[in-house]
């Protein structure tokens, strides 16, 4: 069982985490798509397709694939309703899954559509206090029991300081590893 309460609610924050990201990705501007993010190397334009790609990539995983995440996505036009449909294609799988053998899986969707909503919020000036913090503690709680020093890879840089009020999805940054100032 997830280190969580349980499915249910990881579920429930998954689909907060997504309603949240599609929110932000609305708001970007076709001018803003060359701003650099806090996600390292990645302008808006990228980070936006690769949250559009994020749902069909987790769904292929539960289907047994192996989901090219390297591969640098394409460009999404009308990425809003792009990602809001395939997010509720992935809530769809997780109710369909009645209690999953591994519920983890959903706490490691909401912290990786977290960080990103946060990166991009970030970027475009989108005020990163409409974020709900329930979504980011939830992130920040799996992924501080999954994501060690070890494990970091290319895709985490080390993790760096937060101050002591900073918000949860500041504290989720941090962990993974955005600077915050």
Do not use: K
């Not at 996600?39 to 790609?53: I, P, T």
């Amino acid at each position: 069982m997830s280190t969580q309460t349980n499915t249910h609610d990881a579920v429930v924050q998954l689909s907060r985490a997504l309603d949240q990201a599609g929110d932000v990705i609305a708001e970007v501007h076709p001018d803003q798509l060359d701003l650099p993010t806090p996600c390292r190397g990645w302008d808006v334009g990228r980070l936006v397709s690769h949250l559009v790609h994020d749902p069909r990539h987790f769904l292929e995983m539960a289907a047994g694939g192996s989901p090219a995440w390297s591969d640098e996505p394409d460009r999404v036009m009308y990425a809003t309703a792009t990602f809001r449909s395939a997010g509720d294609d992935l809530i769809h799988h997780w109710h369909q899954q009645g209690d999953p053998d591994d519920p983890a899986a959903v706490d490691w969707q909401t912290a990786e559509f977290a960080v990103h909503t946060w990166d991009l919020a970030t970027a475009i000036g989108y005020p990163t206090e409409r974020l709900d913090p329930a979504v980011a503690e939830r992130g920040l709680a799996f992924m501080s029991q999954a994501l060690t020093t070890e494990n970091r890879g290319s895709a985490f840089a080390a993790e760096q300081p937060a101050p002591a009020d900073a918000s949860a999805h500041e504290r989720l940054a941090a962990y993974a590893g955005r600077p915050l100032a």
